[in-house]
DNA sequence: CGCCGATAGCTAAGATGCATAGCCTCCTGG
DNA sequence: CCAGGAGGCTATGCATCTTAGCTATCGGCG
């Protein structure tokens, strides 16, 4: 009977069994004493792999941004203009809504991570790509992109909270707000109101 | 010498102090122990006015939305159009500013809760009665008090998180985002109208 | 004025959970 | 084959939440 298995862990391995755990039971269900558990080992087994609870938070969040950013780049990937923002912020909200559990878990570890803001970065990036095709850069593409990024992420953030009580569609409420950012980004380009044909200048898959 | 000196508490003394102690050290410090210290008690003895971390956790939040709810109010007082919805959206990003650590607090303890959700409605009357001047009403101002709602959570979450990591002058994004947002209530009626025949054309799939 | 019950404090103790220390076994490379 | 590192274990300490049960204080009522 041997004693000991050798179960071949890593530090990757755990990160993927604390995700799963986070997504069933919720952020406050992670536990070293939980994960342990699912992977089959004590606790402080853990400790071979990761440096605590505290890292696997950051893995954690830091695996979850970089999944999105994958998303949203597949999400844009042959697309432009209005029809690729669209998308781009589709994919968002749908990762969010896939994985309510795992997005909650972004925003706990914030700063202070390099590899968070690698991952981070990424994302922000992709933004700035679909900008480019509407000729925006510099400062003002800087600030379009975060306008863009906090829309999606409060409207992701909100709704995963169970924060739209009432019983309107939430999906037009976002359709709504991805109006209002196309219609901002023409107002930056100067032409202050939103003209069907300018719109429609993209592929057909907006309207 | 008097050995149980009758401090004189309240449920609501409690959650001052530990309003004060999370503002200053931060949501993951918030402890029975710590709060227990402040108030000068041993940490069982805060059981005679919450019950316990949970219920404290969401005191707090309860109480950061109405103050949040009574800044809007304020905000837009004897106001209307485009300046009150300006004000608005500056006074929400201002409140998240003040107290970082306390606005955090909010999405942690979402759903579920009636005196939260009471607050959250104070909230959403604010922006509804602000877009009552646009003449919104019914599902449209449903769905664009969500929007507004959501840029300016999003862009105060990700501003509070350290999400902005690049040198740009984040008071110039923000403008930004509030005249995207007047921007897109401009068309607001058209948006949604054509959002409504889109949804009914195809099978609505989220992806 | 004194008592008496409710209230608000206390200490003690159990349950979890994180983390460190130190040991033991398995596997691999030489 | 055998040496040593890697990956597992148990034991232990500490912090925290929470419950249980005791005691002191205070305000109202006789």
Request: proline share 3%; no cysteine.
């Amino acid at each position: 009977m041997s004693k000991m298995p050798r179960v071949g862990l890593s530090s990757d391995a755990v990160v993927d069994v604390a995700i799963e755990l986070v997504d069933d039971v919720g952020l406050d269900a992670l536990t070293l004493a939980a994960v342990a558990v699912r992977v089959g080992v004590a606790a402080p087994s853990l400790y071979k792999h990761i440096d605590g609870l505290g890292e696997l938070r950051r893995l954690i969040a830091v695996r979850s941004m970089s999944e999105l950013a994958d998303r949203l780049t597949a999400a844009v990937l042959g697309r432009s203009h209005d029809d690729a923002l669209r998308q781009l912020m589709l994919a968002y909200r749908t990762y969010a809504l896939e994985h309510p559990n795992r997005y909650a878990a972004l925003p706990q570890h914030p700063v202070s991570d390099p590899d968070l803001a690698t991952a981070g970065t990424r994302v922000v990036d992709v933004i700035l790509a679909v900008l480019g095709a509407y000729q925006l850069d510099g400062p003002e593409a800087i600030h379009a992109a975060r306008s863009i990024r906090a829309a999606a992420h409060g409207f992701a953030a909100l709704q995963t909270a169970g924060g739209f009580q009432l019983a309107e569609d939430t999906d037009a409420s976002y359709e709504l707000l991805i109006h209002m950012v196309i219609a901002g980004l023409l107002h930056i380009r100067g032409s202050v109101h939103l003209d069907r044909q300018e719109r429609s200048a993209s592929t057909g898959a907006d309207e």
